[in-house]
T-cell receptor
């Protein structure tokens, strides 16, 4: 069975410093991976997706993620945090046989002024 | 504007009462989903529907029911059989089942249910 593990439940950074949100996946074949963002009391929005094309994926709002098969990782990064980036972030894997999306536990990003 | 509308945004219920959460989309999407979100647990799939008049149970369907009589509507009923209904409920839709090739779901803003 496929799964994702978000290694940090909470990350705190200062505005203007880099962001790193970590995600490891478990899959016996090349997965489809996604990052979604959720602002407080809102729905989720797709940030970016990896579907076996380029391993470095660029998303919205300056975020990007790199697929590393050898490390089974799909970490989300941003060079410089903005206050508006404060939100919850979910790493998601798509099950190959059912197409179902499996969500990680989420990482809360706090951005300090 | 196209999107997904959930109502009500906040709902309070007494134990033993059934409540229905509304979800309407004008994106002309075929597939619709209901998720439950609890703190620290990510999202869990309750029910999904790939086409009108058809729906399937997700991972935590017990105590919930749905209908899909119209393409644009997918209401969720939280019944008295649901033992711990207090949660944030999210409705989503996608062009094709399972988000199609893109895996992209479009979400509503959620309904927060509190059982008193």
């Amino acid at each position: 069975a496929q799964s994702v593990t978000q290694l940090d439940s909470h990350v705190s950074v200062s505005e203007g410093t880099p962001v790193l949100l970590r995600c490891n996946y478990s899959s016996s074949y090349s997965p489809s991976l996604f990052w979604y963002v959720q602002h407080p009391n809102k729905g989720l929005q797709l940030l970016l997706k990896y579907t076996s094309a380029a391993t470095l994926v660029k998303g919205i709002n300056g975020f990007e993620a790199e697929f590393k098969k050898s490390e089974t990782s799909f970490h989300l990064t941003k060079p410089s945090a903005h206050m508006s980036d404060a939100a919850e972030y979910f790493c998601v894997v798509k099950e190959r046989n059912t197409g179902k999306l499996i969500f990680g536990q989420g990482t809360t990003l706090q951005v300090k002024p | 504007d196209g999107g997904i509308t959930q109502s009500p945004k906040y709902l309070f219920r007494k134990e033993g009462q059934n409540v229905t959460l509304s979800c309407e989309q004008n994106l002309n999407h075929d597939a619709m989903y209901w998720y439950r979100q609890d703190p620290g647990q990510g999202l869990r799939l309750i029910y999904y529907s790939q086409i009108v008049n058809d729906f399937q149970k997700g991972d935590i369907a017990e105590g919930y029911s749905v209908s899909r009589e119209k393409k644009e509507s997918f209401p969720l009923t939280v019944t008295s059989a649901q033992k711990n209904p207090t949660a944030f409920y999210l409705c989503a839709s996608s062009m094709k089942a399972s988000g199609g090739n893109t895996g992209e779901l479009f979400f509503g803003e959620g309904s927060r249910l509190t059982v008193l």
